[in-house]
T-cell receptor
Framework: DAMVIQNPRYQVTQFGKPVTLSCSQT?????MYWYQQKSSQAPKLLFH???????NEADTPDNFQSRRPNTSFCFLDIRSPGLGDAAMYLC??????????????FGDGTRLSIL | GEDVEQSLFLSVREGDSSVINCTYT??????LYWYKQEPGAGLQLLTY?????DMKQDQRLTVLLNKKDKHLSLRIADTQTGDSAIYFC?????????FGAGTRLTVKP
């Protein structure tokens, strides 16, 4: 089945130690998104790629970076994780941007813990 | 805070109907979505409605849209324990999707 896959499901890192979360998709969608979700809150969009075009949200900390080496893969890099970065990180895709019915399809997320 | 608002909790008995409500603010939103999130998982797309419709039914799910009041609801008929989850409504904007904070549905046997 076509899907959005996130690895790992659980990630533990140390305070200040860089960490990379990965996402892959078999949907061949043009747009890939990264969200941060804290407990009992809505997912918060960090950034998205439309093809190779990177779009950062205005309030996303500089500590968060992303790479999309090809259509299928997208990575979230956290350069120096702080305790406040502990959260669920969700990757999503959509076929296109713009008007029309463009639902986002989500992976199961990576839960990040900071020691 | 979010512009999409939902009540945070709903508790129903197994077999009853559940109604989850949502209000949104952007009248230009063309599509509105309902997602389900089970513990430790991502968001699963349940259904959607186009803004020129006022109702959509899909098996046990019924979506009602009152565009004048910017009010969206999700009705789950014959609610089962497997329906226990957090339900998010979301409005589609041109380049973004805006989510509510989610309604935690608890189904009691």
């Amino acid at each position: 089945d076509a899907m959005v896959i996130q690895n790992p499901r659980y990630q533990v890192t140390q305070f200040g130690k860089p960490v990379t979360l990965s996402c892959s998709q078999t949907l061949n969608h043009n747009v890939m998104y990264w969200y941060q979700q804290k407990s009992s809150q809505a997912p918060k969009l960090l950034f998205h790629y439309y093809d190779k075009d990177f779009n950062n949200e205005a309030d996303t900390p500089d500590n968060f970076q992303s790479r999309r080496p090809n259509t299928s893969f997208c990575f979230l890099d956290i350069r120096s994780p702080g305790l406040g970065d502990a959260a669920m990180y969700l990757c999503a895709t959509s076929r296109e941007k713009g008007a029309g019915n463009q639902p986002q399809h989500f992976g199961d997320g990576t839960r990040l813990s900071i020691l | 805070g979010e512009d999409v608002e939902q009540s945070l909790f709903l508790s129903v008995r197994e077999g009853d109907s559940s109604v989850i409500n949502c209000t949104y603010t952007d009248s230009s939103s063309t599509y509105l979505y309902w997602y389900k999130q089970e513990p430790g998982a991502g968001l699963q797309l349940l259904t959607y409605i186009f803004s020129n419709m006022d109702m959509k039914q899909d098996q046990r799910l019924t979506v009602l849209l009152n565009k004048k009041d910017k009010h969206l609801s999700l009705r789950i008929a014959d609610t089962q324990t497997g329906d226990s989850a957090i339900y998010f409504c979301a409005e589609r904007e041109i380049n973004d999707m805006r989510f509510g904070a989610g309604t935690r549905l608890t189904v009691k046997p």
